[in-house]
């Protein structure tokens, strides 16, 4: 959520728009890199071991490389958005592997000690570089869009479903949980959807005016 009030307020101003919409995967570039290497100094200056590391400077370059992947059209483009989540995480890891001073630093932990957990995301990021999609039979489709429709839902719901979930039920078991967490995520969010929409059907109207005469739809 802080992550999309930054972007909120980042595009609020017309020339970043209009030089994102002119140059977009160059600004998506040069926006990863900018907010990577702020994520490092930033592991210097402020020790965010407390809150999990889970601070915008730390996580957003994340967001801007995912956003980049969009954009990854051609070989070129592809190989270097690759090379740079390859070395960015390769690093991490190394770092974490020989340097006991790191083990605190908010841009590489939890990923210490040859944690092979970091080689998840990066999977998952190669992935979506070179194979951008995947045929699902239509049920299991239909059920991936759904689940990746409400995620961020998922995501804001999910802790306090589940801890809800062990105040009813202590027995309750991970696989129960994660059900439970996905389906109450899931309704939540069609809920947010309806409740949005009705309130877009009040005062849509105006702000589509004013958005337009800008010139952003």
């Known amino acids: 959520i802080q992550c999309l009030l930054i972007f909120a307020i980042l595009f609020c ?18 926006a990863t890199l900018t907010t990577l290497l702020i994520a490092l100094i930033g592991s210097h200056i402020w020790d965010t071991y407390g809150l999990f590391h889970r601070v915008v400077h730390i996580k957003i370059w994340l967001i801007f490389l995912g956003m ?14 690759s090379t740079i989540a390859i070395t960015s995480f390769t690093g991490v890891w190394l770092m974490g592997e020989n340097y006991s001073w790191f083990e605190r630093q908010p841009f590489l932990n939890p990923w210490i000690e040859g944690d092979p957990f970091i080689w998840f ?3 998952a990021i190669l992935l979506l570089i070179y194979i951008p999609r995947i045929k699902l ?13 409400s995620s961020l839902i998922i995501y804001l719901s999910s802790f ?13 078991d991970k696989i129960a949980l994660l059900v439970l967490a996905l389906v109450g995520g899931v309704i ?26 800008d010139g952003v739809i």
């Open 68 to 81: 980049s992947i969009a954009f990854a059209s051609t070989l070129k483009r592809k190989a270097l958005i």
């Open 160 to 172: 306090a479903i589940q801890k809800t979930v062990k105040a009813i039920y202590p027995e309750a």
């Open 13 to 30: 101003f017309k020339a970043v728009r209009e030089f994102a919409k002119a140059n977009e995967y160059k600004f998506l570039i040069a």
């Open 137 to 149: 039979p239509q049920k299991m489709s239909s059920i991936v869009n759904l689940l990746a429709e």
């Open 188 to 213: 939540l969010w069609k809920v947010w959807e309806k409740l949005t929409h009705t309130l877009w059907s009040f005062g849509g109207k105006s702000f589509t005016r004013i958005y337009k005469s």
């Open 121 to 123: 995301p990066l999977a």
